[in-house]
């Protein structure tokens, strides 16, 4: 199974991503951050389609472009309930859920704590995961209405994948993540693993994707000992 992937920022710090299953040639969207600039993404890659879109969790900035894709292109809208409360869903999919691009199978799991509702893709076959809001390289998103317990659990079924899953994630907050991870962790690993990471943003490169393998070694949020630990870094990155 091969898909192609082709990650390009938007907004202030969002990654949208166009996928394709080179079988089919099918297409997806993982969010919809920015009708606009995905549309033309799109038509600069040449793919000429766009089946499905892919939504992570409720908020506008992964959202708001939906209805425009859809009117644009047909495509089909699938995500959590929850994404329903600000658009239209073709399919809701819950915790176990395939979705289907070509020959390519993405399995849908519940992962809550930056939103109550939140899922993540994973095309395991593949070996890639969208990961939306809930693991950031070196980070994970905020509770903004989840329990620590909650995204504890969550990250911790997600760093059961397989070590070389690549991990796609909805923002670059990876320079910012390095500088707290420091505060933390002061291996000579982690600071070669940060130094690499200020100098890509230095020279405009992405940090994205990661791996699970990378995640575990060096994501404070996974190297937490256990929920409270993990609820105690939080904090201390909210205040940072």
């Known amino acids: 199974m091969t898909l192609d992937v082709h990650a390009f920022p ?6 949208g991503y166009l996928v394709r299953d080179r079988a089919s040639g099918r297409v997806a969207a993982v ?9 033309d993404e799109l038509a600069a890659l040449g793919w000429g389609r766009l089946d499905l879109l892919l939504i992570t969790h409720w908020h506008p900035d992964h959202t708001e472009g939906a209805a425009r894709l859809k009117a644009a ?16 869903l073709d399919r809701i999919v819950r915790d176990g859920d395939a979705v289907d691009l070509g020959e390519t199978r993405f399995e849908t799991s519940e992962a809550p704590g930056h939103t109550t ?13 969208f990961t939306g809001d809930v693991l950031f390289a070196l980070g994970c998103g905020r509770l903004f209405e989840g329990t620590p317990e909650q995204m504890w659990n969550s990250l911790q079924a997600l760093a059961a994948w ?28 982690m600071r070669a693993h940060a130094k690499a990471i200020f100098a890509m943003r230095e020279r405009g490169e ?6 699970i393998g990378v995640e575990k070694r060096f994501n404070p949020f996974l190297t937490a000992a256990d929920a409270s630990e993990f609820a105690a870094r939080r904090a201390a990155k909210d205040a940072a």
Request: proline content about 6%; aromatic content about 6%; overall charge negative.
């Open 31 to 39: 969010d919809a951050p920015d009708a606009d600039r995905v549309l």
């Open 73 to 88: 292109t047909g495509c089909e809208v699938v995500g959590p309930e929850e994404a329903a409360r600000v658009t239209a």
């Open 117 to 129: 509702g939140h899922v993540v893709y994973r095309a395991a076959g593949a070996g890639e995961a």
């Open 206 to 211: 992405p940090t994205v994707p990661t791996t």
């Open 162 to 189: 397989p070590e070389e899953t690549r991990v796609w994630c909805g923002h670059e907050y990876t320079a910012s993540n390095a500088r707290f991870a420091l505060t933390l962790d002061d291996r000579a690993e």
């Open 10 to 15: 938007c907004r202030a710090d969002n990654y």
